[in-house]
Structures are given as structure tokens and as C-alpha cells.
């Protein structure tokens, strides 16, 4: 696995992702657009002040992209069901990915707790 060290690093492989799902699928990448921008807000915004409130936002946006990344490649779902199912379960996603049921107690780790 090749390590990351920039933030256009990270965000390039979820757009090349994208790209090779299709032109049918550009809805999608005015999604992950806004997506990249509310990152680089958060990121600017972060500091020792911010960071327990910022720090899980981050998370969620880094679950918003593996999710999409993961949904294109289902042709069953149109661009704006994969928006929905992203939106709905992006909170869970590093739970479930983990192998914990929903149902049980929350884990005490900050990748669980999602905003």
C-alpha cells in the first residue's frame, strides 16, 4: 500500500476512481467536488482549539469517499441513490467495515464516532 503525503494524493484516487466509472456517472463527481471542499474548509479550520469537533468531521468525509468509491461500480443504482446511500450510512461505515454489529455498544474509538 503506498503511503499518502498530501491531500491531493488522497484526493486523487477517489476522482480517478470516478473518472473510470464513466461519463454516465458526472452527477457523482460534482458530489465528490463539494465533498473535496468541505474538506479543505475543515482542514483549514483545524487547530488544538478545534480538533475534537473538526477531527470527526474529517472522518465522515473520508467515509463519504470510500463509499462512493465503493457504490459506482454497482450499475443497479442510479447517481442519485449512491448520493442517498452515502448520505444515510456514511456515519456507520468504519463500524460496520470493523465488523461491529450496529446494534452493539459504542466503541470508544474516535474513527466511531462520526459526525
Not at 21 to 40: F, H, M, S, W
Not at 42 to 58: A, D, K, R
Not at 83 to 108: A, P, S, T
Request: hydrophobic content about 40%; overall charge negative.
Amino acid at each position: 500500500m503506498t503511503q499518502l503525503k498530501t491531500k491531493n494524493e488522497y484526493i486523487k484516487q477517489f476522482q480517478a476512481a470516478i473518472d473510470q466509472a464513466g461519463p454516465e456517472r458526472t452527477i457523482l463527481t460534482t458530489y465528490l467536488d463539494n465533498q473535496v471542499k468541505k474538506l479543505g474548509q475543515l482542514i483549514e479550520g483545524i487547530s488544538q482549539e478545534t480538533f475534537w469537533h473538526v477531527f470527526p468531521e474529517i472522518l465522515g468525509v473520508d467515509a463519504k469517499f470510500m463509499l462512493l468509491t465503493e457504490l459506482i461500480h454497482f450499475e443497479d443504482f442510479s447517481n442519485e441513490e449512491i448520493i442517498r446511500i452515502v448520505e444515510n450510512d456514511y456515519r456507520d461505515y468504519f463500524e460496520e467495515l470493523c465488523g461491529y454489529d450496529l446494534e452493539m455498544k459504542d466503541q470508544l474509538s474516535l474513527i466511531f464516532h462520526i459526525v
